[in-house]
């Protein structure tokens, strides 16, 4: 029912640990609906209970795709290391490291259908991916997995030194 995603730390390669991925990601519902009930909550004004669902239901999506994302990638992909890696400031939400191959690829996972510039910042950010590269070896794709049509950056008339390429998550885990 549930499955340990590694997070490693780019700072301090010592430093692991471990986000619990839910394989039934209507747990995470169950948890905001009880949350809801509290006598706190119902305290609240119509808009502030509003405003406060929209943002737990939101976190909740996002945080649900991203454990979707990133468990069947680790299932179906035994000769890699899947992980998400943190930085001082950021992170890549997934990495699919091949030792063998001596290659990585960096992910950002976003429960939105549109593209904005600010999704892939870290995976344009320079140090961030010679570090990586350092680390894990030839960084060969950079992408964006979110609920919009598959495209690139450059494709949608944005200009940038290497290609990102924007995944619909949908057709990402069919292939898999």
Known sequence: MTVDIETRWMSDYNRKEARTAFSQPGIRYSQAESLMQDDKFRDLSLVERKRVTERILAEIKGRMMED????ETKLSKKNCEVFRLQFAI????MVVF???E???EIYEIKHSDKIVLQQCRHLLDKQKCEDTAFRYGTIIGKYVIYRGAKTSLVQVGVSTQED?????????????
Request: aromatic fraction near 12%; glycine fraction near 4%.
């Open 98 to 100: 091949d030792p063998e």
């Open 90 to 93: 950021g992170e890549f939400d």
């Open 164 to 176: 990102v390429a924007y995944l619909n998550v949908e057709e990402y885990l069919k292939k898999l």
């Open 102 to 104: 001596e290659t990585c």
């Open 68 to 71: 979707i994302v990133l468990l």
